[in-house]
């Protein structure tokens, strides 16, 4: 018998349940208890960079959207540095942007909507240049470990078509499910998206 | 699960001594799926619609996933990890008064400072206080049924509450959730955030839970039973269960090389 390594196990995933609001946005779930509370605006009036509306909607395998399902979004700011230690990269941090939000869908729609700007390239610690991008983790009733996905930026194509994440991605089409498209509604900039669950064009969902 | 002699179990007692590489800030150990649930479990019927059906595509830690957010004690209000008194409007909530405390560790044996970690669950009689939950219990005017803490420097947390009560959903038409408190976690980087449920020690729904009965693995299974501890309780007041968390470790940078490919 060699030695043992002794590692610890990762705790099982269950799933959030229908009642994560209760937990996590519990004015969603219809009351008000904590001081502070945890939102799906990012942005205070001092955060830099170009504001913009995330919206989308998950769609299970019927095609019906989730109406109980929550989301949330971690990104790097607008000069593509994250609020966290181990980002060491050149651009300069925001104390006050702390770059991540949680927001449940509608109750009647499933709709999704984040407030916050659009995040700046990153160059990651082995030098390599990845297109602005958000990454995304979905947890709900009958999702029994979170799902981790991206959302990349229509109006980027260049730096999308350089992306060493969306270039692992080997079908074209399958690319396309991550990619937020842009419009502008109101004066106000709006990337709207849909992650599919199950079909044809289910989303690229990642094992992180 | 043994569902007839529940022992008193401590969790430290199977455990050796962990092993501990310098932390780093690398990518983190690969997670094992073959611990946690299928998103396919046909016998939790809401995962058959919900469940993706292509293969996940690995993707090699990059700082996206390697940083997360950061929470301090400014986030939180002081009655948040008290939840015998946070919605307590003309007394306490009725029920089991409970501590429940433990440890956020990761596979290492390393306890994960300052995270964040929120529970929530239903009252003594099995109802949540959410504008969807309809059973008949019911709502306690005095309890609200959330709560988060920050772990301290050695990971630790503790909060106090009333133990839920178990029950009935839409699954099988006689379908009954064990007792149970849901929690979710950070960690220190995007990719170690977790949601999952704690039970109780010698619940004899456990076993025949659709839920908890997903996870393929006796032992992960097993891991998410809070055992009673005695020893934590408050003489006259509370008693305790202990609960320990693990989060996926991290990986050391030993030597600053790059790896071939993209
Ligand atoms: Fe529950």
Excluded at chain 1, 10 to 21: D, R
Excluded at chain 1, 97 to 107: M, V
Excluded at chain 2, 74 to 87: A, E, H, K, T, V
Aim: hydrophobic share 35%; charged share 20%.
């Amino acid at each position: 018998m060699p030695q043992p390594l002794n590692y610890l196990k990762e705790t099982a995933s269950q799933t959030a349940g229908p009642y994560v609001h209760i937990g996590l946005i519990p004015a969603m779930a219809g009351f008000d208890i904590f001081e502070k509370n945890f939102s799906n605006v990012l942005v205070t009036p001092n955060t830099k960079g170009e504001r913009i509306t995330l919206e989308g909607r998950v769609l299970d395998g019927a095609g019906t959207p989730l109406r109980d399902v929550l989301l949330e979004i971690w990104q790097a700011n607008a000069a593509g540095r994250y609020n966290h230690p181990a980002d060491r990269s050149a651009g300069a941090l925001e104390e006050e942007f702390r770059g991540w939000g949680r927001a449940g869908s509608d109750f009647d729609s499933g709709l999704v909507t984040f407030e916050t700007i659009k995040p700046g390239a990153i160059t990651d610690r082995t030098g390599r240049k990845c297109a602005p991008h958000v990454n995304l983790w979905i947890v709900a009733r009958g999702i029994n470990i979170g799902l981790n996905t991206r959302l990349y930026f229509s109006d980027e194509e260049a730096a999308n078509a350089a992306d060493p994440v969306l270039n692992l991605i080997e079908q074209p089409a399958r690319r396309a499910t991550l990619i937020a498209k842009r419009s502008e509604r109101a004066g106000k900039i709006v990337y709207t998206f849909t992650i599919n669950l199950q079909g044809p064009e289910e989303t690229v969902f990642f094992d992180v | 699960m043994n569902a007839q002699a529940p022992a008193l179990r401590d969790p430290r007692l199977n455990r050796p001594e962990p092993f501990t590489p310098p932390l780093g800030d690398g990518g983190f150990f690969q997670r094992d799926r073959s611990i946690h649930p299928p998103a396919h479990a046909p016998g939790y019927k809401s995962s058959v619609l919900r469940s993706p059906r292509q293969a996940l595509l690995s993707l090699e830690n990059s700082i996206s996933e390697i940083t997360g957010p950061v929470f301090g004690h400014n986030d939180l209000g002081p009655l948040d990890n008290d939840l015998i008194r946070n919605y307590a409007k003309d007394g306490d909530p009725v029920g089991e008064r409970i501590i429940v405390h433990g440890r956020v560790l990761d596979e290492t044996g390393r306890g994960v400072p300052n995270t964040l970690v929120e529970f929530w669950q239903a009252n003594a009689g099995g109802r949540y206080r959410h504008k969807k939950d309809t059973y008949v219990a019911p709502i306690d005017p005095n309890f609200g049924g959330c709560g988060r803490a920050l772990t301290d420097d050695t990971g630790y947390y503790y909060f106090r509450t009333v133990k839920p009560g178990p029950y009935p959903w839409r699954n099988y038409v006689n379908s009954w959730r064990p007792a149970h408190i849901h929690f979710s976690v950070f960690g220190s980087g995007f990719a170690q955030r977790l949601i999952t449920q704690m039970y109780f020690e010698g619940d004899p729904l456990i076993p025949v839970c659709p839920i908890l009965t997903t996870i393929p693995d006796k032992d992960a299974l097993d891991r998410l039973v809070a055992p009673l501890d005695l020893n934590a309780s408050t003489p006259f007041d509370s008693l305790a269960y202990r609960f320990d968390i693990v989060l996926r470790g991290q990986r050391s940078t030993y030597f600053e090389n790059r790896t071939a490919g993209n």
